[in-house]
């Protein structure tokens, strides 16, 4: 019979990740032991009986098998949060490929131990007469300090420790003195630090709507019959949709389970929370980026001692730690940051499906702009879909102009505006309502098109946008086709093919020249450093201290401003033509999160997209709000590529200081794959230079592989990973990502 080998981790905690142990699997748990399962094993010299986690399961020993103990037994009773996690980064190590100190890293948000705070106080024991005759002694001995902390017990018997030692300027041993002689005692209270204050907020539990009540009952009827399920809300901008997750949420929590609730990051705003807090109070936390070590660790120590019911936070909040999950709930789960930018390139929605079925927890996902795959998964019976068609915050949807600048030019309008929005900025600051103006600059690499015809130069064999490169050369960064940039268009004749960029600092500078009078905010990622940049923009314009709010992507995430009845869209070019096969989706979804943001209010609200490419199906279907029609035109593109959702993609990224060894390496790699599956079973494009070929002094090429099939896309990776392993590489790197949102 063959030997079966188990790696051990003694304990969870980061420090420990990089020293598993090697154990022989004893043949009664041949066919029963699991990665991510509690066992009993001997330990050191005394053979002590501890308990380990097992992270990997394996055929083959590094070590003399002479010398290795055996586990003694499965753990009882040892279903616990830790457990799930170490399964769940099996599960991500299988799936997207990485170590699995990296997956199990990427599951443990919390790195170490970190020391509690404490809030020590210094307490009189002595009544005001007692103190004074204190006082008198001190001043006699000209002991200065302890009388200055004794004059001020006279007024307030109970003080901070850290306000004596730091505002009064008493030394440590000056207050002990005073303790050792029963004139004071010092408390020390453990507390949790906290990552966000919120001032009291009422609650408002708005009256459901039909759509919203059917969605909330037949949910609860499904947990209650034992179901569980994945279900996609589909719902407008301002229908609601956050009700019905609290609703959810709420009847969770009388189940006496937990929930997870993933928002984007840059959506994680005291406007956002403030809801989850007045309704939910200490039972929620949030966990984000910017908290600092000892703020995250106190919210999963909170969690442990079950002190929190609802986690609120992105991709990170999908791993805390709650030993009785019953609901996650992923807001905005189109965005794309729920996709990890660094090995293992996980994805969260994937992920939470995971989980979900680990733990037996129901998944909803919501949006107003659904992603194809999703609502791709929905429509083949795998999720339940449900929609909410109502606008419940304020009017109708706005009304929606689309401006062509090719007929502006024509016309010898050469302003960043269109004449229509200028006007209509014009009329809001009049009537001292706010506008917001949105530019999109992300994913964008150097574009080219034509400003007569509108016409964007794009690669015969990849149909995904050429990136202009500064040899004079345009480029595929999908298959490393290239041609010499020309400034006629190949389509019309005319010379005016060009290179397409703006900033958020160039139309705020010529904003206030345009309307000096007018006051204005911008936000981008030069303007929000911190996190309270980022909130304070968004107050101020709240607040109504500003006229102007403009922004990239992160000022249409889900925002509430009753006073906005103007949203323009500078350039929506620069989103329909990022270089990848998701850029027509990415335009479609933030066109109509922006225009979302217009009419919240009691006035109606109006809507104006600036572009070169007006008959592009991703504006038109934007303008009408038309997701099934966009749906079913994007759908038709995927299919004839083969690109996700109808197919699979695998992006291998081979890189490394030297130029020469990165190409032989990604050629070799290249070879491999082609020897592995027939052309039926897969299609291959590269290797090709990344869109980012040298960074930090490393070298990257890419390869990528469609499929048909996701498990022959495994079957490669797992291919890769042993050929790499055999190379014993020192000096190069292969990094997987799995249906790519942002390619390499």
Same mark, same amino acid.
């Given at each position: 019979?063959?030997?079966?080998?188990?790696?051990?981790?003694?304990?969870?905690?980061?420090?420990?990740?990089?020293?598993?142990?090697?154990?022989?699997?004893?043949?009664?748990?041949?066919?029963?032991?699991?990665?991510?399962?509690?066992?009993?094993?001997?330990?050191?010299?005394?053979?002590?009986?501890?308990?380990?986690?097992?992270?990997?399961?394996?055929?083959?020993?590094?070590?003399?098998?002479?010398?290795?103990?055996?586990?003694?037994?499965?753990?009882?009773?040892?279903?616990?949060?830790?457990?799930?996690?170490?399964?769940?980064?099996?599960?991500?190590?299988?799936?997207?490929?990485?170590?699995?100190?990296?997956?199990?890293?990427?599951?443990?948000?919390?790195?170490?131990?970190?020391?509690?705070?404490?809030?020590?106080?210094?307490?009189?024991?002595?009544?005001?007469?007692?103190?004074?005759?204190?006082?008198?002694?001190?001043?006699?001995?000209?002991?200065?300090?302890?009388?200055?902390?004794?004059?001020?017990?006279?007024?307030?018997?109970?003080?901070?420790?850290?306000?004596?030692?730091?505002?009064?300027?008493?030394?440590?041993?000056?207050?002990?003195?005073?303790?050792?002689?029963?004139?004071?005692?010092?408390?020390?209270?453990?507390?949790?630090?906290?990552?966000?204050?919120?001032?009291?907020?009422?609650?408002?539990?708005?009256?459901?709507?039909?759509?919203?009540?059917?969605?909330?009952?037949?949910?609860?009827?499904?947990?209650?019959?034992?179901?569980?399920?994945?279900?996609?809300?589909?719902?407008?901008?301002?229908?609601?949709?956050?009700?019905?997750?609290?609703?959810?949420?709420?009847?969770?929590?009388?189940?006496?389970?937990?929930?997870?609730?993933?928002?984007?990051?840059?959506?994680?705003?005291?406007?956002?929370?403030?809801?989850?807090?007045?309704?939910?109070?200490?039972?929620?936390?949030?966990?984000?980026?910017?908290?600092?070590?000892?703020?995250?660790?106190?919210?999963?120590?909170?969690?442990?001692?079950?002190?929190?019911?609802?986690?609120?936070?992105?991709?990170?909040?999908?791993?805390?730690?709650?030993?009785?999950?019953?609901?996650?709930?992923?807001?905005?789960?189109?965005?794309?940051?729920?996709?990890?930018?660094?090995?293992?390139?996980?994805?969260?929605?994937?992920?939470?499906?995971?989980?979900?079925?680990?733990?037996?927890?129901?998944?909803?996902?919501?949006?107003?702009?659904?992603?194809?795959?999703?609502?791709?998964?929905?429509?083949?019976?795998?999720?339940?879909?449900?929609?909410?068609?109502?606008?419940?915050?304020?009017?109708?949807?706005?009304?929606?102009?689309?401006?062509?600048?090719?007929?502006?030019?024509?016309?010898?309008?050469?302003?960043?505006?269109?004449?229509?929005?200028?006007?209509?900025?014009?009329?809001?600051?009049?009537?001292?309502?706010?506008?917001?103006?949105?530019?999109?600059?992300?994913?964008?690499?150097?574009?080219?098109?034509?400003?007569?015809?509108?016409?964007?130069?794009?690669?015969?064999?990849?149909?995904?946008?050429?990136?202009?490169?500064?040899?004079?050369?345009?480029?595929?960064?999908?298959?490393?086709?290239?041609?010499?940039?020309?400034?006629?268009?190949?389509?019309?004749?005319?010379?005016?093919?060009?290179?397409?960029?703006?900033?958020?600092?160039?139309?705020?500078?010529?904003?206030?020249?345009?309307?000096?009078?007018? +006051? @204005?905010?911008?936000?981008? $990622? *030069?303007?929000?450093?911190?996190? #309270? !940049? %980022?909130?304070?923009?968004?107050?101020? &314009?709240?607040?109504?201290?500003?006229?102007?709010?403009?922004?990239?992507?992160?000022?249409?995430?889900?925002?509430?401003?009753?006073?906005?009845? +103007? @949203?323009?869209?500078?350039? $929506? *070019?620069?989103?329909?033509?990022? #270089? !990848? %096969?998701?850029?027509?989706?990415?335009? &479609?979804?933030?066109?109509?999160?922006?225009?979302?943001?217009?009419?919240?209010?009691?006035?109606?609200?109006?809507?104006?997209?600036?572009?070169?490419?007006?008959?592009?199906?991703?504006?038109?279907?934007?303008?009408?709000?038309?997701?099934?029609?966009?749906?079913?035109?994007?759908?038709?593109?995927?299919?004839?590529?083969?690109?996700?959702?109808?197919?699979?993609?695998?992006?291998?990224?081979?890189?490394?200081?030297?130029?020469?060894?990165?190409?032989?390496?990604?050629?070799?790699?290249?070879?491999?794959?082609?020897?592995?599956?027939?052309?039926?079973?897969?299609?291959?494009?590269?290797?090709?230079?990344?869109?980012?070929?040298?960074?930090?002094?490393?070298?990257?090429?890419?390869?990528?592989?469609?499929?048909?099939?996701?498990?022959?896309?495994?079957?490669?990776?797992?291919?890769?990973?042993?050929?790499?392993?055999?190379?014993?590489?020192?000096?190069?790197?292969?990094?997987?990502?799995?249906?790519?949102?942002?390619?390499?």
């Amino acid at each position: 019979m063959k030997r079966l080998y188990a790696k051990v981790i003694v304990d969870i905690s980061h420090e420990k990740l990089d020293r598993p142990f090697t154990y022989i699997v004893p043949s009664k748990l041949l066919g029963v032991i699991e990665e991510g399962d509690r066992v009993q094993i001997p330990f050191g010299a005394g053979n002590k009986i501890i308990s380990g986690y097992v992270i990997e399961l394996t055929d083959k020993s590094e070590y003399d098998i002479s010398k290795l103990k055996e586990i003694i037994d499965l753990e009882p009773k040892s279903v616990r949060a830790d457990a799930t996690l170490i399964k769940l980064a099996s599960f991500i190590r299988k799936t997207y490929g990485s170590t699995q100190i990296q997956a199990l890293k990427t599951v443990m948000p919390v790195k170490k131990t970190v020391k509690r705070e404490v809030n020590k106080r210094v307490i009189s024991r002595l009544d005001s007469q007692g103190l004074y005759s204190v006082l008198e002694q001190a001043e006699k001995k000209h002991k200065n300090a302890q009388a200055r902390l004794i004059r001020e017990l006279i007024s307030y018997h109970d003080i901070s420790y850290s306000f004596i030692t730091g505002k009064m300027n008493v030394s440590a041993q000056a207050i002990a003195a005073l303790e050792k002689n029963d004139v004071v005692s010092i408390t020390c209270e453990e507390v949790y630090r906290n990552p966000i204050k919120i001032d009291h907020v009422e609650d408002v539990e708005l009256n459901l709507s039909d759509e919203q009540r059917k969605i909330v009952d037949d949910v609860n009827s499904d947990i209650e019959s034992g179901i569980r399920n994945t279900y996609l809300i589909h719902g407008i901008t301002g229908s609601g949709k956050t009700e019905v997750y609290m609703r959810l949420i709420e009847d969770c929590l009388k189940r006496d389970k937990q929930a997870i609730m993933l928002i984007p990051e840059i959506a994680l705003t005291y406007q956002n929370l403030t809801r989850f807090y007045a309704r939910f109070g200490d039972s929620v936390s949030v966990i984000h980026s910017k908290m600092t070590q000892g703020e995250r660790y106190d919210q999963f120590l909170k969690v442990k001692e079950g002190k929190v019911k609802i986690m609120i936070g992105p991709r990170s909040a999908l791993f805390t730690p709650f030993e009785n999950l019953g609901l996650i709930i992923i807001d905005e789960e189109h965005e794309g940051s729920y996709k990890a930018e660094n090995m293992p390139k996980y994805h969260a929605r994937e992920v939470a499906g995971k989980l979900a079925e680990l733990t037996g927890a129901s998944l909803i996902l919501g949006s107003a702009t659904p992603s194809i795959d999703s609502y791709y998964r929905a429509k083949n019976g795998e999720y339940k879909l449900y929609k909410l068609t109502q606008r419940l915050t304020g009017n109708t949807l706005p009304t929606v102009y689309v401006e062509d600048m090719r007929e502006e030019l024509k016309e010898g309008n050469k302003s960043v505006f269109s004449r229509h929005l200028h006007k209509l900025i014009e009329d809001r600051l009049e009537k001292h309502d706010q506008i917001m103006l949105f530019l999109n600059r992300r994913g964008v690499s150097g574009f080219v098109s034509c400003r007569e015809c509108g016409e964007v130069i794009k690669c015969p064999h990849c149909d995904i946008s050429l990136s202009y490169h500064r040899d004079g050369n345009l480029k595929c960064h999908y298959c490393g086709y290239e041609r010499p940039f020309s400034s006629k268009c190949d389509k019309c004749g005319a010379e005016k093919v060009r290179g397409f960029r703006a900033g958020t600092q160039m139309i705020e500078d010529f904003v206030k020249k345009e309307f000096p009078y007018a +006051l @204005v905010l911008r936000m981008d $990622a *030069d303007s929000t450093k911190k996190q #309270e !940049d %980022y909130e304070t923009i968004l107050s101020r &314009f709240a607040n109504r201290e500003a006229d102007i709010l403009i922004g990239t992507q992160m000022i249409v995430k889900g925002h509430d401003f009753k006073g906005v009845t +103007l @949203v323009g869209v500078i350039a $929506a *070019d620069m989103a329909l033509n990022a #270089e !990848d %096969y998701r850029a027509g989706e990415r335009a &479609f979804q933030q066109l109509v999160q922006a225009s979302g943001r217009a009419g919240r209010g009691d006035n109606p609200g109006e809507v104006v997209i600036q572009t070169y490419q007006s008959e592009h199906y991703a504006v038109q279907y934007a303008a009408s709000q038309d997701y099934e029609g966009f749906y079913e035109e994007e759908m038709s593109f995927r299919n004839l590529m083969m690109y996700p959702p109808a197919g699979n993609l695998l992006g291998v990224q081979i890189q490394g200081s030297e130029e020469a060894r990165v190409k032989k390496l990604s050629t070799h790699l290249s070879e491999l794959i082609d020897n592995l599956k027939s052309k039926e079973e897969i299609s291959k494009i590269g290797p090709a230079d990344a869109s980012l070929s040298k960074k930090c002094d490393l070298y990257r090429r890419v390869i990528y592989i469609k499929s048909r099939e996701y498990n022959h896309l495994i079957d490669i990776k797992d291919a890769i990973e042993k050929d790499v392993a055999e190379l014993k590489l020192t000096k190069e790197t292969v990094m997987f990502d799995f249906n790519p949102m942002n390619g390499f």
